[in-house]
């Protein structure tokens, strides 16, 4: 997963052609580390339908407070620079709910864009 340090990529990322899932960690958060072993292959499951990218809400919280990031790990599923729906929770997050999350955003990309 591709690591966003500063806002300007952030929003080059999220601004880009197709499905984009951004991910807001911390180094610091249990739940946070939960998800790390399996997140490598779930990447590699959706590799053909989006694009994961993690941000730690510790670099950027200037951009987390914009995007009312507070529980941690969160997921927003972004299209051309447009948020499409979000996964957020103060629970921790499973492998399944994090896939369900992602067949979800799938779909309302899909939605939005037959060609994708």
Avoid at 19 to 42: E, G, S, Y
Avoid at 59 to 75: A, Q, V
Wanted: proline letters at 5%; one cysteine or more.
């Amino acid at each position: 997963m591709e690591k966003i340090t500063n806002e300007s990529d952030f929003r080059e990322r999220v601004g880009a052609e197709g499905l984009t899932v951004a991910v807001f960690k911390t180094t610091w958060c249990p739940d946070c580390h939960f998800i790390d072993p399996f997140m490598p292959a779930v990447e590699e499951a959706y590799a053909d339908r989006l694009r994961l990218i993690e941000i730690d809400r510790d670099d950027l919280p200037d951009l987390c407070s914009e995007l009312n990031i507070l529980g941690i790990p969160s997921f927003i599923a972004f299209r051309e620079g447009r948020e499409l729906i979000r996964f957020v929770s103060k629970l921790r997050k499973s492998r399944e709910e994090i896939e369900q999350f992602l067949d979800r955003a799938v779909a309302v990309s899909a939605e939005i864009s037959p060609q994708a």
